[in-house]
């Protein structure tokens, strides 16, 4: 699998984290790049100034090796999981903020 298509599995995933606040900012994300359609995992944030800054906001991993019931992303649960090495993400993100999409 591709590193933006982990990236966008992994950041579709983060409806499932709790404490998110993902779909509230639905109508705030940039539509700019082919990778923020496909993907939506570009956030903005605003900073003390009123500036506004794209942040990427993703998960790592979506893959555990315990099974704790309560959890979505659990060993027992059947879905579709994705990692990242921290070499490979730091050098994604690095793409990213290069072309300004982060």
Known sequence: MEAIDRL?????????????????TLAMRPQASP?????LFVHPAQLSGGKQILLLKTLLSSACERDCLYCPFRAGRNFQ??????????S???QLA????A
Do not use: I, V, W
């Open 8 to 24: 966008t599995l992994l950041s579709d995933q983060m409806d499932l984290e709790p404490a998110d606040d993902h779909c509230s």
């Open 35 to 39: 990778l923020n359609a496909k993907g």
């Open 81 to 90: 999981r994705a990692s990242f090495k921290p070499e490979e993400f730091a």
């Open 92 to 94: 994604l993100f690095y």
């Open 98 to 101: 290069r072309s300004g999409m």
